[in-house]
């Protein structure tokens, strides 16, 4: 069976899908490192929405995805930018996502750890984003599950320079029940951010960022960085105060960071595993046996597509991880939450489909095949 992909040029080209998923097996959480997946959301493909309005997610679905990332021994971080958070998901919605999903992580022993922002305002003084935070964080924490500091448009539009962030994260930091993750979300993720931690100087917002945790060790457990630029990953997480874990958030460089050097290793924290997630798994339990170079070669091939999939405006790669669940059966559609399905490219997804067949990560590889031809002659491909 062969099928026809239009390249980058919109030209068709024949492509034989591959026959035999990749082997994989559902196990119990890893030994060396402590991994996370940015776990999107599904959405109703029923409800009567347009863009604008809350999200319509589909539950059922939603929590079932997230019992297949456990199955395989992964975290959940959930409500994060993969959940599409401020691009279709609003805060009420990513409430009730919290409260579910922490519901859903005890009931069956599943690591979870939630994005607490400030996404109920769309801007305010100072007092009102610490104020949003407060309410999000009690969200979390009464919901028993991990909270995660994600960077705030709000905060970003509000401080004036280092010192604000300083003291509204220290305010959080001191008032948090248990230590925290704290996530520096990149501007090529969320144009928002730019200049977060009081400068547009990545060196001197490293220093402010540096200072927070300095400040408060016993309260964050890690930290997950999204630049997508590996040196200022491993420089950050070598001046670390000791305890402190570094989760890589970078979808370009992850395998090497997690393997790591002489003088430490990163653990994670990926929207890529979300639709690698039993392929990662595998890898990092080859690593749990000391075998680098296995992990290596397991996880290196997966790059390609990670890179496809975050290449600019990175902000959207979302479309291509809910295609991907999508293929792999792990949902009946391919609608997204604020009609995001419609913002990648036909080519796009093409080339991201070819890329996860090549890797083996649909399990029913003719299903794949079937439901990519069914989105082709949407398109008007001749099947």
Request: charged share 20%; glycine share 8%.
């Given at each position: 069976?062969t ?17 035999d ?9 890893f ?32 929590l ?12 959940v ?18 409430a009730?996502l ?26 305010g ?10 309410e999000?964080l009690?969200?979390v924490?009464?919901?028993?599950a ?13 401080a ?9 994260y ?20 969320d ?6 931690w ?18 408060h ?60 997630g ?17 992990f290596?070669?397991l ?57 996860a ?27």
């Open positions: 069976m099928i026809q992909l239009p390249d980058h040029t919109g030209r068709l080209r024949t492509y034989e899908p591959r026959t998923p990749l082997a994989v097996t559902t196990g119990a959480p030994t060396s490192r402590t991994v996370f997946s940015a776990a999107h959301v599904v959405a109703d493909p029923y409800a009567d929405v347009t863009p604008d309005s809350p999200a319509a997610v589909d539950w059922d679905a939603t079932a995805f997230r019992r297949h990332l456990w199955s395989h021994g992964l975290g971080a959930e409500a994060m930018d993969t959940a599409q958070r401020g691009m279709g998901l609003d805060w009420a919605g990513a009730e919290i409260r579910r999903s922490a519901a859903e992580a005890k009931s069956v022993g599943g690591l979870i750890a939630c994005g607490v922002g400030t996404d109920q305002i769309a801007s003084t100072l007092a009102e984003v610490r104020a949003a935070y407060e999000q009690a969200v924490e009464e919901a028993g991990q909270a995660i500091l994600m960077a705030s448009r709000a905060l970003a539009a509000a004036t320079g280092p010192e604000d962030y300083l003291e509204i220290g305010h959080l930091l001191r008032q948090s029940a248990e230590p925290v993750i704290l996530h520096w979300l990149g501007p090529m993720f144009p928002a951010l730019e200049g977060y009081g400068s547009s100087d990545l060196d001197a917002a490293t220093d402010t960022f540096l200072e927070v945790i300095a400040a060790p016993d309260k964050v457990d890690g930290i997950k960085v999204s630049l997508l630029d590996a040196e200022r990953e491993v420089d950050l997480r070598r001046r670390l105060p000791q305890g402190v874990r570094c989760y890589t958030g970078d979808d370009f460089n992850y395998p090497q960071l997690i393997a790591g050097d002489e003088q430490g290793f990163s653990h994670a924290l990926l929207g890529i595993f979300d639709p690698l039993p392929l990662a798994a595998q890898a990092v339990r080859v690593l749990d046996a000391g075998d680098v170079a296995g290596r070669e996880l290196d091939p997966t790059v390609e597509l990670s890179r496809h999939l975050f290449q600019p405006p990175t902000r959207f790669y979302k479309t291509g991880v809910v295609f991907l669940a999508w293929l792999a059966g792990h949902q009946s559609h391919f609608t997204m939450v604020g009609g995001l399905q419609s913002a990648r490219s036909l080519p796009h997804l093409a080339r991201a489909y070819e890329l067949d090549g890797l083996g990560l649909f399990p029913d590889p003719k299903l794949a095949e079937e439901r990519m031809k069914t989105l082709l002659s949407v398109y008007g491909v001749d099947r």
